[in-house]
């Protein structure tokens, strides 16, 4: 296993369009989260989910996100209607039940929003 | 969640041991501290966590005070490739602030 892999690796589209990234985690990692990352700053968490289930979101990730992780394994995360301010490199990360908080994250999907 | 201050910015020379304070004050007694990486274009990488006794990995050591309100990241052989942003994050949601930007010069 290589590790933590994410689909497009770049994405350039226009404002209001649709996007959708995708992540596939270490396998039998149960945990997934993603987290936005804008120039300068740390990456910034949005939601992660436990297997299938998503258990968490930020207030960050308004009503025009939206991530799932239907079988458990990948998982995608779209961004509908998209606005410049989505500009940003899309994160996802992974963890063992065996140690749930170190987490291994994949390259990123980087997002230009014209 | 607790909050971690780091300083923004540091540089070490090649070969040189690197060591990087973070300070924690508001840690609670059950919160772990964590330290990662991120090279120019890449995800962050895990380096190294404890909650309170000093640990060393192949990668780095971390040394915790006693009251465990900050702690250090070493390197102990600094090299170019460790040029990279750390952060210092206390158990949680992974809460990174802007880290500290370490720069290994020749």
């Known amino acids: 296993d290589t590790g933590v892999s994410q689909n497009p690796r770049h994405k350039i589209t226009k404002r209001g369009q649709n996007v959708t990234f995708r992540c596939d985690p270490i396998s039998e990692h149960n945990r997934l989260y993603w987290y936005r990352q804008t120039l300068g700053q740390g990456p910034e968490f949005l939601t992660y989910f436990q297997n299938e289930a998503q258990l968490e979101k930020s207030r960050l990730l308004s009503d025009r996100f939206s991530a799932e992780r239907p079988k458990g394994s990948f998982s995608t995360l779209e961004i509908q209607r998209t606005e410049q301010g989505d500009s940003a490199m899309y994160l996802c990360?992974?963890?063992?039940?065996?140690?749930?908080?170190?987490?291994?994250f994949g390259p990123g999907t980087r997002l230009l929003v014209l | 969640d607790a909050k971690t201050t780091q300083p923004t910015s540091m540089d070490c020379a090649e070969g040189r041991a690197a060591n990087l304070p973070c300070n924690h004050s508001t840690i609670s007694g059950n919160e772990y501290v964590y330290w990662y990486r991120q090279i120019h274009s890449q995800g962050p990488q895990y380096i190294i966590h404890?909650?309170?006794n000093n640990e060393t990995n192949e990668m780095a050591s971390l040394i915790i005070t006693e009251d465990r309100k900050s702690s250090t990241l070493i390197l102990p052989h600094a090299t170019l490739r460790d040029t990279a942003v750390y952060y210092c994050i206390v158990k949680g949601k992974l809460i990174f602030g802007q880290g500290t930007e370490l720069s290994v010069k020749p």
């Open positions: 990360a992974s963890s063992s039940y065996r140690d749930e908080e170190t987490q291994y």
């Open positions: 404890g909650l309170k």
